[in-house]
């Protein structure tokens, strides 16, 4: 019986202090993680990540930006196999919901579900939190979207944020630089600028990744060739 | 007496039209148990959002049970969603509900009307196990089909004023329920427009 299995039991519990400590950690290993962010412009979203990786590695062999729906795509900050689950459990989830109703998922409805996810693996027994956070970028019917989901479930909605290890710099600058009349290309070009300012060593177009929705509603990862111009507009 | 087919054991028609800028669904209010009428005010459609009726011509006993598993799936969705369903939509939920039970169907082949969120007239049909039909002119169902699809092929003109469809609505469904030993006793007929819903009450031929 489940009941009498030893891991049946909440891993995560509170501290006297109303704190669930197992979550703050989670927090912690996300604030270790490599910097994420995105730019809500007019006319779409742009997220982007460091991919900062050993010499010997293949850059092209790990995706950090990827695609929940055709019009739909998520980063994170934190521990890459964690975010793979909820990746492909958030796929899922959207592939389910149009079978249902045929429409496609709108990008608030996937952060409430993934966001339940996450908060589900803080309530249930024998598993902790997921040590990510996600950064959702999408464009409905209902315009450019971007959502923050963090390990705890709770998930806010954004006109630019960042994630990770220099997510106080950067949101610094971001807040400088924001505008809400920015179209996609001055936001890709914001959000190149913000990574450099926490990039350590030169920043090419093989350890940085950024992925784009635009008004059509498509969500595409850049390829390192687009990626080198936009460097270069941005030199 | 003998019932070929389960659909037909309380027996009802349903039929929705497009006209300009409108729909139009109406279904006759009998109910009945085989050969013997129980009441006379049964209607088989029913307001699911501000401007979308679905009918559920069949068993009666399914009539009310999808009625109320829809109405249940739509509540939760406007909560969830913080938006209204459309018409489309709710076409293609109720095409999943019927399909769930494949192998153990829910007697009842549903007619779908209503306006999208752009007042777009939107109607459809499908059958007990969800297999749809989307038309731009005309969905009916129920025992008198066969009449109405005679009726409707025949009076049905596109762009039709809400007034004017109300006419050929009613037409259609009085002069084929009439030849209908199990549908009858009384029709109601809904208007849905940019501007709201008039519904009207029919006496046919006692």
Known sequence: KMSESPYSFSLTTFSPSGKLVQIEYALQAVSQGTTSLGIKAKDGVVIATEKKLPDLLKPSSIQKVNNLTDNIGVVYSGLNPDSRVLVTKGRKLAQQYYRTYKENIPISMIVKKIANVMQEYTQSGGVRPFGVSLLIAGYDESGPQLFQVDPSGSYFGWKASAIGKNTLNAKTFLEKRYNEDMELEDAIHTAILTLKEGFEGQMTENNIEIGVVNQQGEFRVLSTSEVKDYLGEVE | ?206
Request: aromatic content about 10%; some cysteine.
């Open chain 2, 1 to 206: 007496l003998a019932y070929m087919s389960i659909l037909e054991y309380n027996g009802g028609a349903v039929l929705a039209m497009v006209g300009k800028n409108c729909v139009a669904i109406a279904s006759d209010t009998r109910f009945g148990i085989q050969h013997q009428t129980v009441s006379t005010d049964f209607s088989k459609v029913f307001r699911i959002t501000d401007k979308t009726f679905v009918g559920f011509p069949g068993l009666a006993s399914d009539t009310q049970t999808m009625l109320n598993k829809l109405k249940f799936r739509i509540k939760l969705y406007s909560l969830d969603e913080d938006r209204e369903m459309e018409p489309k939509i709710v076409s293609n939920l109720l095409q999943t509900l019927l399909y769930e039970k494949r192998f153990g169907p829910f007697f009842v082949e549903p007619v779908v009307a209503g306006l999208d969120k752009n007042n777009k007239p939107f109607i459809s049909a499908m059958d007990l196990i969800g297999a749809p039909l989307l038309a731009e002119d005309f969905v009916l169902s129920g025992t008198a089909s066969e009449a109405m699809y005679g009726m409707c092929e025949t009076l049905y003109r596109p762009d039709l004023e809400p007034e004017d469809l109300f006419e050929v609505v009613s037409q259609c469904l009085l002069s084929s329920v009439n030849r209908d030993a199990l549908s009858g006793w009384g029709a109601v007929v809904h208007v849905i427009t940019a501007d709201g819903i008039t519904s009207r009450v029919l006496k046919g031929r006692q």
